[in-house]
């Protein structure tokens, strides 16, 4: 099994900063493409962001030239750096992993538990 872990949430004003992390563990052979994903109080989740192993991103509309998406594969975690926030970014943030498990030939997505960002006007 495999556990992705975020940390960094938080209070912020706008204009402000934070920096995100999701750390997998367990039994990892390998991990993919790793995404962001956020969800508004009454909204549908949405996806911010995405890395892939060879570090290609993408990004929403909403957050590009604001949000950096990287990854340190040696550690097994990827981050997001948000800057100039704005109320409307706040929400859970979610990281979504696709991991090859030790043992296994097919890949699988898993979910972590997701951290709170909110944002102050």
């Known amino acids: 099994q495999v556990q992705l872990v975020e940390s960094g949430g938080g209070l912020v004003q706008a204009g402000g900063s934070l920096r995100l992390s999701c750390a997998a563990s367990?039994?990892?052979?390998?991990?993919?493409?790793i995404d962001w994903y956020r969800q508004a109080p009454g909204k549908q989740r949405e996806l911010v962001a995405t890395?892939?192993?060879?570090?290609?991103?993408n990004y929403a509309d909403s957050v590009k030239a604001r949000f950096t998406i990287s990854r340190d594969n040696a550690k097994n975690t990827v981050y997001l750096q948000m800057n100039t926030l704005k109320p409307e970014d706040t929400g859970v943030y979610y990281c979504?992993?696709?991991?090859?498990?030790?043992?296994?030939?097919?890949?699988?997505?898993?979910w972590g538990q997701g951290t709170q960002v909110t944002v102050s006007s």
């Open positions: 367990g039994s990892i052979a390998r991990i993919n493409t």
């Open positions: 979504n992993a696709d991991v090859l498990n030790l043992g296994d030939y097919v890949s699988r997505r898993y």
């Open positions: 890395i892939t192993r060879d570090r290609s991103t």
